[in-house]
């Protein structure tokens, strides 16, 4: 059972910019695809960004393209979220999430461990 577990959320003004972690229990960390999505208030979970295992492959949705970037460290067992040019509507939980087949996939339901999500919230 991989852990995963969640860090650097907080209080941003808009503009501004967090750096999110993600740090695995499972030394096979280096095989998994791995993704961060989030849930802002009412609102279903939704697709942010993901890696594949090799770092060769990333994967955007559209509205944080040119301001979020995805990148990992195998070696610390660690995946990360840059996120820069923070906006109000980049308020949400954020989560992490590993997938065993290793992809860069977009989709929530291929995703086996999730962590407990750390909070982004983006206000003056």
């Known amino acids: 059972q991989v852990q995963l577990v969640e860090s650097g959320g907080g209080l941003v003004q808009p503009g501004g910019s967090l750096r999110l972690s993600c740090a695995a229990s499972?030394?096979?960390?280096?095989?998994?695809?791995l993704g961060w999505f989030r849930q802002a208030p009412g609102k279903e979970r939704e697709f942010v960004a993901a890696?594949?295992?090799?770092?060769?492959?990333?994967n955007y949705v559209d509205f944080v393209k040119g301001r979020f970037t995805i990148s990992r460290d195998n070696a610390k067992n660690t995946v990360y979220l840059q996120m820069n040019s923070l906006k109000p509507e980049d308020t949400a939980v954020y989560y992490c999430a590993a997938n065993k087949y290793g992809m860069s996939d977009n989709r929530p339901t291929w995703y086996d461990y999730w962590g407990q999500g750390t909070q982004v919230t983006v206000s003056s």
């Open positions: 499972e030394r096979t960390f280096s095989t998994y695809g």
């Open positions: 890696i594949s295992w090799s770092g060769a492959s990333t």
